[in-house]
């Protein structure tokens, strides 16, 4: 059962009261979304869980299962692999890959991300998973993983397929995802142009020459699809992230994008609650060696809310009481209630920063009856 450890606990924070959220601009695409990357949430969309064709958004979990396959070494930048034929002859968008000549893991990187090119994408399913449909199938466990309910794959550079989609809201949790876990690769992203093969592409993201916050990350098209783009900016040590669903040209998908990211940095601010390994309050143990434990958060927290309102902002620790020894360091103890304006904003886990170890026999048994008389 949970109890209420603090009504209120302070959040030492200043700012004038805004009347009211400011309204998001309006924007021309079927769908669209706009999140902060550093505190996570959601700032404003339009039909956000509406199914989409992803078009080569899809490339965006290709290359977060290649960054895992690096990471996890079961393949290297340098490794040469041997293209197929199935990846050669693959339609739609390429960087021009040949049987008769070995591509590095590196080089199909660069093909898929800078380049968008389809026949990278299969030739980087085969290399990690031995065949594009095995690859298909650790997208979807993937996916699952991560939360993304909206989403279903059927093959990895986003070809369309009646059974191949997503949603605004489960492409910005993959990119978030995406630029958390693998920043090392990320700075893929943000490059403007590739050459491979003697014939040089451009970056189709055209806000990397519009906006120099802008690092990423990923344009999509076909015919039914129209023309999308999520784009990520970085200012200040902040991140926002902007999904821009089926507009009707390249020049729109990034206008939308960079009104959608100027909207949140110019009304929006993300301000830091508590830190990392701070104790934001005590909590009653029984059957244990001490009385109480100190609690606080795993990783720094952030929230976002309108520039002005942060002295709107509450915090509610509320304890899962009875706590009983023994208790491990990093054991979850409690969960964090943050409201704004009155109104529920977000719920955070919190920890144990240090362990308690059970009682003695006679202590323990005098805290089972104070128990039983609660």
């Known amino acids: 059962m949970l109890r209420h450890l603090a009504a209120c606990l302070p959040l030492l924070l200043a700012g004038v009261a805004l009347a009211a959220a400011p309204q998001p601009p309006a924007v021309d695409a079927r769908a669209w979304l706009l999140i902060d ?32 396959a690096l990471k996890g070494s079961s393949v290297a930048l340098g490794q040469t692999i041997r293209v197929s034929e199935r990846a050669w002859r693959t339609a739609g968008s390429r960087m021009f890959i040949e049987p008769r000549k070995p591509v590095t893991i590196e080089e199909l990187l ?43 794959f059927t093959n990895s550079s986003g070809l369309p397929d009646p059974g191949h989609y997503s949603t605004a809201s489960d492409l910005a949790l993959l990119t978030s995802a995406l630029i958390r876990d693998y920043p090392e690769y990320y700075k893929l992203y943000s490059e403007r142009e590739y050459r491979y093969n003697d014939i040089t592409q451009r970056n189709r993201n055209q806000l990397l020459w519009l906006d120099p916050n802008v690092d990423g990350v990923k344009t999509g098209h076909t015919e039914s699809a129209g023309y999308s783009l999520i784009a990520s900016a970085r200012r200040g040590g902040r991140r926002l992230v902007s999904v821009v669903i089926g507009t009707t040209s390249e020049i729109l998908r990034a206008r939308e994008s960079q009104k959608l990211l100027n909207f949140g940095f110019q009304y929006y601010d993300t ?23 100190k609690a606080g958060v795993a990783a720094d927290l952030y929230v976002t809310v309108p520039k002005g309102t942060a002295d709107q902002l509450h915090a509610e620790l509320v304890s899962q009481q009875p706590l009983i020894a023994p208790l491990e360091t990093g054991q979850r103890v409690a969960t964090l209630r943050v409201s704004h304006d009155g109104k529920p904003l977000a719920e955070y886990p919190v920890i144990a920063l240090e362990s308690v170890a059970a009682a003695g026999f006679f202590a323990r048994t005098w805290d089972s009856v104070r128990l039983w008389f609660r």
């Open 271 to 293: 301000l830091r609650l508590y830190q990392k390994g701070d104790a934001i309050g005590k909590l009653q143990v029984w059957k244990g060696s001490e009385r109480e434990l």
């Open 110 to 152: 660069h093909g898929m991300i800078v380049q968008s090119g389809n026949d990278a994408c299969i030739a980087l399913a085969e290399a990690v998973a031995g065949s594009e449909p095995a690859f298909v199938e650790r997208m979807n466990r993937e996916a699952a993983r991560l939360g993304m309910t909206g989403t279903n």
């Open 37 to 68: 990357a550093t505190s996570g949430q959601l700032i404003a969309s339009r039909n956000p869980k509406e199914r989409i064709e992803p078009a080569s958004l899809t490339k965006l979990m290709t290359a977060y299962l290649a960054f895992a």
